[in-house]
């Protein structure tokens, strides 16, 4: 009885200082994420100009936003890219992650070397690349390849493609971290057994690499289309929206509003439309990946 009642009273202590642990990230949260949110919130029913006094106007704000035609347009090329970036970075994220798995010690320097991108500002990476794609001093030009001599930036299509393309060279490193930390987590057992069945390593990736990161395909997709939504200074300063509006998501389209129209009320409406598209899309992920582990959960307990 003496060594229950000791481990009870020791474990006691421990339980009650949990809350405090959490309290200096909670904190830091409520200053930098909820007190801002809030305020975006209240802003989105003023009119302001960002300078001059700010004026209660109640829904004037957010009829001016709802009713606009351009914001359709805006969310349009949101979700484009949103789903496409996913189309593009998913794939290559799992092969370039499972191929960083691997042992060999050539495949820890490649895996520096992919990660560079990550850690280059996302506004050197489009000057860099706006330089690389001009049609008559670029890269097309210098080598003398008539294909890569194209108006990249000024043509819609070739615009949204570029967007893309740098979109995924920068976040693929990324991506591909996880996944590799995914793929070194699976029982090496699962590739011994099925080795010893014959099963080649297509196979292999097939039936069991890609069943067992179902999870982190989960979570990288939530990162990846969360993060989506946040797409600024990388297209302000590749294309600034264009040509014409084919590349103004609604980041973009925020910033326009707010800071070079002075219209500080739609913009904060169009925040939190954000805020909202983001928390919806996460809470569905977040909800199907949910299900499926309280399943899985249910049939290795039965």
Known sequence: ??????????????????????????LLFTGFAVVPLVGVFALSFTTWDGIGSIRLTGLTSWR???????????????FLVMAVSWAVQTPLSILLGTFLAGRQRYRAVLGVVYFIPLMLSSAAI???????????????????????????????????????????????????????GGVQQIPKSLYEAAQLDGAGRVRQFFSITLPQLKYTVITSSILMVVGSLT???LIFVLTEGGPGDATRVLALDMYKRGFQASLMGPASAIAVILVLV????????RRLGGRDAAASQLEGAS
Not at 64 to 78: F, S
Not at 135 to 149: C, K, Q, T, V
């Open 126 to 180: 489009a000057i860099a690349y706006e330089a690389l794609l001009d049609p008559n001093f670029g890269l097309g030009a210098g080598l003398g390849i008539e294909a890569l001599s194209q108006d990249w930036l000024g043509r819609p299509g070739l615009a949204f493609g570029v967007v893309i393309f740098v979109v995924s060279w920068q976040f693929v490193p990324f991506h591909s971290l996880i996944y590799q």
């Open 1 to 26: 009885m003496s060594t229950l009642t000791g481990e009870r009273s020791g474990r006691r202590p421990q339980r009650s200082i949990l809350p405090w642990l959490a309290t200096p990230a909670l």
């Open 64 to 78: 001016a936003v709802l009713t606009d035609p351009g914001l359709p347009h805006a969310l349009w090329v949101t």
């Open 231 to 233: 797409f600024f200074d």
């Open 278 to 285: 983001g928390l919806a899309l996460a809470l569905l992920l």
